[in-house]
């Protein structure tokens, strides 16, 4: 436990009859912020872990409830931040430092990690109930009966949102709907949004180098001016399937990703026609790579959204990529020979 | 407002005969998916499942099924290369 000791989050050490245990500060300080924002942009978010073990909050004792979470430092600041006013021990398991939700998942958040968590700790010899209380979100690694059943601890599946540990514990540990129910609501998908863009870089990156080669060939100069206005289609088709889409998601009406993508993409690809009125081939190539692109998009945002199951996007995977990819790469060709022929009636 | 993916799709079930009514159930789900009805668990809102699994996993008497795993493009794709290999 002293490596966790040194660390800027830890407030100071307190002894216990298991050993010395750190309590963490319930602020978050600059650096915290500062670290988060760049988890966000997808900057250290690989290793952006704290040490598992235990830890406390406030001046914890024998009677103090536990609270179980993932040693994603991402998720101990969205807890530790709301528990200024809960006094408790914290279990902090090992998943590898993945979010609680994503970690049950994976199974790292787990019965199985739970059991060894508290051999490993000896919470049995800290605390004198035998209750421990689990994010809602990560009931799908754990079985809470088999918890009960291995080490004695009784399970309480506690609210979804950390903001609602306080008047959970108010509330004699009782839910209501609000607590349990997860939403997806315009900040929640908006915090998504640059980790989306980043990973799409490399695609845009590709793409506009693709088209500036492209006219570089035609045209025998490379002129960046108009290889990026060559490209504006394509970079609206990315960011209406990464950025409109996660936006304005409820408001589009129709339940498919792919068809989310398939509307927006209508949309930017009349704007387009209308901006670049360009000739009958060219503009049908045009249209045809932005439908596509901002389909599939769309369509990968499902991975990161709160409510799509496995067997729907099975489902659109199975009827839109056999569509979607051939028209994409036919779109490119297209518009590649159109450009050709268009250049060659010229001179 | 309540986002809901596609109709009909999801692979969520229960054996109402062996429900204990216990609520764990309902305790776990993030998308109030069950109601109790006479002292038993019954689907209410099918489309809105996102098959996580935490019922099935919480369910001290087996009575949920569902088939469950990550609601995303890149998994989806991993596991048909993975079937696509095997076959």
């Known amino acids: ?347 | 407002m309540k986002m809901r993916y596609l109709r009909n799709t999801v692979s969520l079930s229960i054996d109402r005969e062996s429900c204990i009514g216990c609520e764990m159930c309902i305790a776990v789900c993030p998308h109030d998916v069950f109601l109790m009805e006479a002292k038993k668990v019954t689907i209410i809102d099918r489309d809105a499942c996102m098959e996580c699994g935490a019922c099935a996993r919480n369910c001290p008497v087996d009575a949920i099924r569902v088939e469950s795993g990550t609601g995303g493009v890149i998994p989806v794709l991993e596991e048909m290369m993975k079937k696509g290999k095997a076959d």
Not at chain 1, 159 to 176: L, S
Not at chain 1, 193 to 216: H, K, M, N, R, T
Not at chain 1, 285 to 308: E, M
Not at chain 1, 313 to 338: K, Q, Y
């Open chain 1, 1 to 347: 436990m002293t490596s966790a000791a040194g660390l800027p989050w830890v407030q100071r050490v307190k002894e216990t009859p298991v050993g010395e245990v750190p309590i963490v500060r319930t602020r978050l300080e600059l650096r915290d912020r500062l670290q988060n924002f760049l988890v966000r942009l997808g900057i250290n978010r690989e290793r952006y872990a704290v040490p598992p073990g235990l830890y406390g909050i406030g001046d914890p004792d024998a009677d103090s409830p536990v609270l179980v979470t993932s040693n994603y430092k991402l998720t101990l600041d969205a807890l530790r931040k709301e528990l200024a006013a809960v006094t408790c021990w914290l279990l902090v398991l090992d998943t590898h430092g993945i979010n609680v939700w994503c970690a049950a998942g994976k199974r790292t958040f787990s019965t199985t990690e739970i059991v060894g968590r508290l051999e490993a700790t000896r919470l049995e010899a800290l605390v004198r109930h035998r209750t421990l209380v689990l994010p809602q979100l990560g009931a799908s690694g754990v079985a809470a009966h088999l918890v009960h059943k291995t080490t004695g601890f009784r399970v309480v599946y506690g609210p979804v949102r950390a903001r609602d540990i306080p008047a959970f514990f108010h509330n004699k540990m009782k839910k209501d709907r609000d607590m349990r129910t997860v939403r997806f609501p315009l900040r929640d998908r908006l915090v998504l949004i640059p980790l989306e863009l980043v990973l799409a870089l490399l695609v845009l990156v590709a793409g506009f180098l693709l088209v500036a080669a492209a006219d570089w060939i035609l045209h025998g100069i490379l002129d960046f001016g108009t290889a990026f206005r060559d490209f504006v289609p394509f970079l609206g088709a990315v960011l209406a399937g990464c950025v409109l889409v996660p936006v304005l998601l409820p408001l589009i009406p129709v339940r498919s990703f792919a068809l989310k993508g398939l509307i927006v993409g209508i949309l930017l690809a009349a704007l387009i026609e209308w901006a670049y009125s360009p000739s009958l081939v060219d503009g049908i190539a045009t249209t045809v790579l932005i439908l596509s692109t901002s389909s599939l998009f769309a369509l990968f945002f499902t991975g990161s959204t709160t409510f799509t199951s496995v067997s729907g996007v099975r489902r659109e995977v199975r009827i839109a990529f056999p569509v979607l990819i051939p028209l994409l790469v036919a779109s490119i060709l297209v518009g590649l020979i159109s450009k050709l022929v268009a250049l060659h009636h010229i001179s």
